[in-house]
Each structure stands twice: as structure tokens, then as C-alpha cells.
């Protein structure tokens, strides 16, 4: 949560800091997420957009609208209101195990989300697993070997806190810096958008 010079909130609520808001709004009903759905997805058909991809559903401690995002996907589409091609990627937390079983030695994990009958066609699908390492790029909130250039060129010095093992911020730490004293990190944390880091590995089998 981004604070001025005297340590009182800007107003800007950042990665789990929003619950501070959305722990006093009703949870909303999948109907309510297919209403939200319904609505942005006009509004990225206006911009000319057809297909899209929801980087992490049904997490809503985390990433996603209600444990009832895919539900609410399932009624936009059925209801004709999914005007675009939609892949969603269930957060990683959204899986538990199937039972005992395992397959080529990993434990089958599964789905709930309101899943049912009819899923999966041409224009929704279920893509990979959204799995979070630590912060966000876009949000300025992933750990750096030196301060994101955005903030730096407003006065702000912010890396980040490192959420990930030791070996991981000693690694990151000691990242050598490029010529002209700007570092590749500062670099990538420069565009307004970058790729989410997802898993490769299909929903029926995640390894420990």
C-alpha cells in the first residue's frame, strides 16, 4: 500500500492489501461474476479485441472475482453475452487433490469452480495453471536487484520485498548491472505490460 511522506494511505490498494475493501463487499454470486464478465467483454469487443486470456480465476484471496468465476463464464456463454473467445487459467490455490491416484508417479489434481456440463469448446476453454513465484511487474510489487524505473523517475526508490527463499533474493541481489548504471531488471520492469509466468503442465497431474 503506497503511503505519502507522513505515512498515510494514497489510496492505491496493492496485490492482497485490496482485502482491507473487499473483505466488507458481499461475495458476489456466479451470476454476478457472469454480469462483470458480460460487461468487459463488450468492452474490449469495442476496442476491436476478440479473444482474450484470464491470467488466474477463482482465487479470490488472490487473483479472481469469486470461487465462482468459471460458473459465471459458463452463463455469460450460454446466455450469449461472452462476445470474445475466452481461455481462463484457474490459480494455482483453486486445485486439490483427486483421491490416491497418481499418474507417471504425480497425484491427479482437479477443479471445482463451479464446473459442470458443456465445457470446453471453441469459444471457452480451461488453458494452464497461473502460478504466482512472487510479486507482480505490472504492480511493481515483484523483487528487484534495484528500483523499478517508473518509481525511480518519480523520486520513489522501491525493489520490492522478496517473498521467495534466500538463494533466490541472494541470487537476484548480486545480479550484475548493465553499462550507464541501469540494471537489466530496471529494464524489464519498464513496460506497462509483461507475460505472466504460468505452468506448462496440463490440470490432471501437478507434481508436489
Known sequence: MPTDGDGRAQGLLQE????IVTDHIPVPTADDVADIIATGSQQVLDLGITSITEPGIGAPDHIGISRFDLAGYQIARDSGRLGVR???MPYLTTLHELGETEVD???LFTLDLGLRTGMGD???RIG?????SDGSLIGRSAFMCCDYAADLAEGTENRATCSSPTPCCASASSAPTS??????STRLATPRWTPSWTSSRRHRAFPP
Open 128 to 132: 494452464p495453471t497461473k502460478v504466482l
Open 105 to 107: 508417479g504425480h497425484r
Open 122 to 124: 471453441d469459444q471457452l
Open 179 to 184: 553499462p550507464a548504471g541501469s540494471s537489466p
Open 16 to 19: 492482497t492489501a485490496k482485502s
Open 86 to 88: 475466452a481461455t481462463v
